[in-house]
Structure formats: structure tokens, C-alpha cells
Nanobody, 119 residues
Framework: QVQVMESGGGLVQAGGSLRLSCLAS????????MGWYRQAPGKQRELVAT?????DTDYAEAVKGRFTISRDYAKVSLQMNSLKPEDTAVYYC???????????????WGQGTQVTVSS
């Protein structure tokens, strides 16, 4: 059974930095894409950043130039700089994984990690 575990959330002052990490374990044949979403209280979950197996990245406009997504096989990281109070949210990692060559890829999600930015 594939498991995805996040780490690295916490409380930081505005202008500070945090680094989130997400590690997948279990049967992994190939990981096609990885990414981060976030959900603030009372708001819908929104895409933050994605990275493909080829290293192509995409970012939400709100985080461009401040956040950097990177990957190393089954680990995806999100470096968050110049944090703002509006970045406060629960951050969720996902990894699109084929567990075997003959099985369709599926999204596996982490449990979420809280990021709180104080003003």
C-alpha cells in the first residue's frame, strides 16, 4: 500500500521561510507527477505547484517567485520564501503513482500539514 507523508509545516512570521517535504513509500513503479495544494479556512482547496517526472514545473500566480517545487525520486519538496499571512493554510501533497506497470496511475494524498504565517 502506497503511503504519502508530509513534514515541515509550522508557524512563521511574515517574510520568513519554511520548507515542506513529502515522501512516498510502498510499491512504486513510476511517479508521473507530484504537487502541492492548500486549503485555507472557509476556502476551496487550490493548486500551489506541480512538477512532472521530466521536471517541468507550474505555479499558482499567488506564489510565483516565492515558492520553489523540487523532486528527488519519491520525495517532493516545497521551499516557501517571503511568506505572507495569506499563505496560511493546510498544505496537502499528492503524488500520481503507478504501483505496477499494468495498473493505471492514481493520485495518493498526504494527510496535510499546517502552515501559519503571522503578521
Amino acid at each position: 500500500q502506497v503511503q504519502v507523508m508530509e513534514s515541515g509545516g509550522g508557524l512563521v512570521q511574515a517574510g520568513g521561510s519554511l520548507r515542506l517535504s513529502c515522501l512516498a513509500s510502498g510499491p512504486i513503479y513510476i511517479i508521473t507527477a507530484m504537487g502541492w495544494y492548500r486549503q485555507a479556512p472557509g476556502k476551496q482547496r487550490e493548486l500551489v505547484a506541480t512538477i512532472t517526472k521530466n521536471g517541468d514545473t507550474d505555479y499558482a500566480e499567488a506564489v510565483k517567485g516565492r515558492f520553489t517545487i523540487s523532486r528527488d525520486y519519491a520525495k517532493v519538496s516545497l521551499q516557501m520564501n517571503s511568506l505572507k499571512p495569506e499563505d496560511t493554510a493546510v498544505y496537502y501533497c499528492y503524488q500520481n503513482i503507478k504501483t505496477h506497470a499494468w495498473i493505471k496511475a492514481d493520485d495518493f494524498w498526504g494527510q496535510g500539514t499546517q502552515v501559519t504565517v503571522s503578521s
